[in-house]
């Protein structure tokens, strides 16, 4: 079946503007998860969804950043007035409530003028 | 502080050789222990899990060990090949946190030499 994924491969913005990243999980996968992950560096986490809800935002770095998963299935991932240093990957993975698995996308590459 | 620590300098094996690769964790009570491998732009890939009452797991060519009093899980490849090259992530869910997302370290970059 499908796994995860993003959309769009590549991101290229100037400072200041915003963007938006989306995620399609495997279907069924009621958990998911946003991380960034910089040159030489592991995933870092942002926030997870249970269902429709944030489950746990503690790794958004700011009020710039924001994820929303309106149906519960496909999610987007909102940062507002670029900054530089938000360029990275920005992977997306999901699991089911069952397992401890998670399932990741190929990423965002996101690159910030 | 919370720390998970990864060789970060490349280990470069010949084929045929075993590859082992260091998880080491400080300040966690994790309940369970994850290794993903990551090629160059893609994403990272699940390969093994391993519980906090677990000492050894084994899958085909990759074994994992797990001890909590160390602090370490070990990762091996037996019988490494050069399409084992990539970069090896290790994971934990540690229940102290309350959080239900991993806490990955930095990956060790493994290079098999044909």
């Known amino acids: 079946g499908a796994g995860v994924s993003q959309t769009p491969s590549n991101k290229v913005t100037e400072k200041g503007k915003y963007v938006e990243l989306r995620c399609d999980p495997i279907?069924?996968?009621?958990?998911l998860y946003w991380y960034r992950q910089s040159l030489g560096q592991g995933p870092e986490f942002l926030i997870y969804?249970?269902?429709?809800?944030?489950?746990?935002d503690s790794g958004l770095p700011n009020d710039r950043f924001f994820a929303v998963r309106p149906e519960g299935s496909v999610s987007t991932l909102k940062i507002q007035r670029t900054e530089r240093g938000d360029s990275a990957v920005y992977l997306c993975?999901?699991?089911?409530?069952?397992?401890?698995?998670?399932?990741f996308g190929p990423g965002t590459r996101l690159l910030v003028l | 502080s919370q720390k998970i620590e990864q060789n970060s300098e490349a280990l470069n094996i010949q084929e045929g050789k075993t590859a082992t690769l260091t998880c080491n964790y400080t300040?966690?009570?994790?309940?369970?222990l994850q290794w993903y491998r990551q090629d160059p732009g893609r994403g990272p890939v699940f390969l093994l899990l391993?519980?906090?009452?677990?000492k050894e797991k084994r899958k085909e060519r990759l074994k994992v060990t797990f001890d909590t009093t160390l602090k370490q899980s070990l990762f091996h490849i037996t019988a490494s090949q050069p399409a084992d090259s990539a970069t090896y992530l290790c994971?934990?869910?540690?229940?102290?946190?309350?959080?239900?997302?991993?806490?990955f370290g930095s990956g060790t970059r493994l290079q098999v030499q044909p």
């Open positions: 994971a934990l869910l540690s229940m102290d946190t309350g959080r239900r997302a991993l806490t």
């Open positions: 300040n966690y009570s994790p309940a369970y």
């Open positions: 993975a999901s699991s089911s409530a069952a397992q401890e698995t998670q399932y």
């Open positions: 279907s069924g996968h009621t958990a």
């Open positions: 969804f249970q269902g429709t809800g944030a489950a746990d």
């Open positions: 391993i519980r906090e009452n677990e």
